[in-house]
């Protein structure tokens, strides 16, 4: 079989290159895959790919304004033209898109999925979707997605999520009929050339919280929770929050700050540089409100650290098996005081912690991804 792996707006690149690699490592050498996405290197991607086009400059890469919207929206435009070409020239019998680029504003979708099928009636169609939601939304903004996503569904023969728990509100959500809804894991982001440096705690425990923040992902709940806790208690920790954070969000946080030992970086960093800090610190927090899956958590495990993480579904899946000092009751500032207090005065067992994070770090491995997304295909094929 031929597999043709699309990301047309490149919206979760890290997701696709670490699949596609693993996939082409356990791929049988008479089949092929190739991956498709803007803003790539292919002399360091371990696949076969082609790089799609990339409008944004440079110095528009983290603006959020109309004039960047409008270029990206240009962009993936021509990317579905490069890839109906693509579709047209070749034979493909697998196309896995990862992203709708236009769903999220548009029912424009619709039209180059119903090109596609045109130019490739044999082609099998799937989607990953990584969240149900776009991040952030409304109840009213979720019923003109569940309107677009309907319009276009019926274009997909099977759909990619990660966890059972997103099956079931898949679902439901949506009406899809259950056998056209695989589970395939997220694997554990692994950067690559790194060298994991043991830390030892000192005087403070050293909290982290990393990647973009908002509303959603809780981060005014932790600061709420560290106010909570008792003055010779809050001495005795310190805490780094690491991502790009919008200036509204941003002054609401730092409003929160007064008499806590809280640093911020509020702004996209390197990934050495973020390896760096995550290998300084004791423990990765993630109070996240929602989320499908979280690539965050996935590059936790890698790490082998103790995590504390809001008691969400698709956490607890995630961390199946993990002690339960690790959970705190979502959204509740009292919850996670009282876990981070466990933490600093040292009645959480770390190193049972870090062996069962460990064992999930092997059971996550990529390879065994790429074996279980290629046996679900192969059976899918052998079905039709």
């Not at 493909?92 to 180059?112: A, M, N, R, T």
């Amino acid at each position: 079989m031929n597999y043709l792996m699309v990301d047309i707006s490149g919206k979760v690149l890290n997701y696709d290159i670490a699949l596609c690699e693993a996939i082409s490592k356990v791929l049988p050498c008479e089949e092929s895959l190739v991956f498709l996405a803007p803003k790539i290197d292919s002399k360091k991607i371990e696949c076969s790919c082609h790089k799609l086009i990339s409008l944004i400059p440079p110095f528009m890469q983290k603006s959020e304004n109309k004039i960047k919207r409008c270029v990206k929206a240009l962009e993936a435009i021509c990317n579905y033209i490069y890839l109906i070409i693509w579709m047209c020239v070749k034979r493909v019998d697998v196309l896995h898109l990862q992203w709708l680029p236009f769903l999220e504003i548009s029912s424009i979708e619709k039209k180059f999925l119903k090109i596609l099928h045109t130019v490739s009636p044999k082609t099998k169609f799937y989607l990953t979707v990584h969240n149900l939601y776009p991040h952030n939304w409304n109840e009213k903004r979720k019923i003109s997605y569940r309107k677009r996503f309907c319009e276009v569904e019926h274009f997909f023969d099977n759909f990619i999520v990660h966890l059972q728990n997103s099956k079931k509100e898949l679902c439901s959500e949506f009406c899809i009929a259950e056998n056209r809804v695989y589970v395939v894991p997220h694997g554990v982001f692994v950067p690559k050339n790194l060298k994991i440096i043991p830390h030892e705690r000192g005087e403070k425990l050293k909290l982290i919280m990393y990647g973009n923040q908002s509303f959603y992902k809780g981060t005014d709940i932790l600061l709420d929770a560290l106010a909570l806790l008792p003055i010779e208690l809050r001495n005795k920790v310190y805490t780094l929050i690491v991502g790009k954070t919008s200036s509204e969000y941003l002054a609401l946080l730092k409003q929160k700050i007064d008499d806590l030992n809280v640093d911020f970086i509020p702004e996209f960093v390197p990934e050495d540089d973020l390896n760096k800090y995550i290998m300084e610190s004791d423990v990765i927090v993630l109070p996240y409100r929602e989320i499908s899956q979280s690539g965050a958590l996935l590059l936790a495990l890698n790490f082998e650290k103790s995590i504390i993480v809001s008691d969400l579904p698709s956490f607890r899946e995630t961390l199946l098996g993990v002690d339960e000092n690790v959970f705190f009751e979502k959204g509740n500032a009292k919850s996670l005081a009282g876990l981070i207090r466990k933490y600093i005065e040292e009645r959480v067992n770390l190193l049972k912690i870090q062996k069962e994070i460990k064992k999930l770090a092997e059971i996550y491995e990529w390879k065994k991804i790429a074996r279980i997304y290629l046996a679900l295909i192969y059976n899918d094929k052998m079905d039709v």
